[in-house]
């Protein structure tokens, strides 16, 4: 059997996930190939199960994904697909879902299996994330999750998470947090970020962006349009130096990504 994955991971959370899934797989005998959405690997027709792991951003699947899945050609063969989601809050992983699957229907793709999975918060600019320990417990909680999900993904076993608006938002407040993000967020938040006094050009924001957004100008990272608000440059940065206007500094706040996560070593070299 063969499975081929993809994900997009700021801070590692849906790269431990999806990495989990591809372990177990393996353990049972399994050919699989993991990529970056932001890498050039392709996906061809040829697997019998196909998984992506997304976080979710504002109730919504990140912006390059949504490319990446709109960009897939179209499968002659109703290959089973799955979808997982790392959220912060279980209950506010919002359309995640259901914007993937409508686009993968459209792709001729079976989506047999959708699932949210609970990991740390990484929106460092927007909340405090867990502490320590905390996020600990919960990645445990996560990755025995993800191991669930890889056996019954293997049993064969079809399911889909519900969806439910978030308790504490009524239909109002949830499209207006939605469309905000995706359509005024991702466009214009990437120009909000900025460095304190205590950065000290080290450059390693540059380095780790996922997308390749941030360029040094005069010793200091400046972002471009094609940021996915990931939070990796935030929550890497040595001196938490990095912030967005809107929410001041985030001295003295929990950084937060997967303890494991390399994203140096998982990054495609670029010229
Ligand atoms: C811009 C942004 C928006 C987010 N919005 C939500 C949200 O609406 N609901 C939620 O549960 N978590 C939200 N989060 C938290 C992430 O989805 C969560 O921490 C995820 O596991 C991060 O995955 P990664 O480490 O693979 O990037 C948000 C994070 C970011 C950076």
């Keep these: 059997m ?33 990529a970056s959405v932001t890498d050039d690997a392709e996906l061809r027709g040829e697997a019998d199960l196909i998984g992506f792991c997304f976080p979710v951003y504002a109730f919504g699947i990140p912006r390059i994904c949504r490319k990446y899945l709109e960009a897939l050609p179209h499968f002659k063969t109703r290959i089973k697909t799955f979808v997982l989601i790392t959220a912060g809050d279980p209950d506010e992983s919002g359309f995640c879902v259901k914007e993937s699957r409508s686009i993968l229907q459209r792709k001729g793709l079976n989506l047999t299996f959708s699932e949210v999975i609970h990991m740390p918060s990484n929106w460092t600019v927007a909340m405090d994330p867990p502490a ?60 909000s970020f900025r460095v304190d006094e205590t950065c000290d050009s080290c450059t390693l924001c540059a380095q780790l962006c996922p997308t390749g957004s941030i360029v040094m100008e005069d010793d200091k990272p400046r972002w471009s349009h094609s940021c996915e608000q990931c939070m990796r440059c935030v929550n890497y940065c040595p001196k938490q130096a990095i912030y967005q206007k809107e929410g001041g500094s985030i001295k003295g706040r929990n950084s937060y990504h997967e303890p494991s996560f390399k994203p140096l070593k998982h990054m495609k070299q670029r010229t």
């Design 2 to 34: 063969q499975a081929d994955l993809r994900y997009f991971s700021g801070t590692g959370n849906s790269y431990k996930i999806i990495s989990t899934c591809n372990d177990i797989f393996q353990q049972n005998g399994w050919t699989t190939t993991l």
């Design 132 to 191: 320590k320990e905390a996020s600990q417990l919960i990645i445990e909680h996560g990755v025995s999750k993800a191991v669930g999900v890889a056996n019954d993904l293997i049993r064969g076993v079809s399911r889909h998470h519900r969806f439910n608006y978030p308790p504490r938002y009524n239909k109002f407040t949830f499209y207006k947090d939605y469309y905000l993000f995706k359509w005024l967020g991702v466009t214009y938040l990437w120009n």
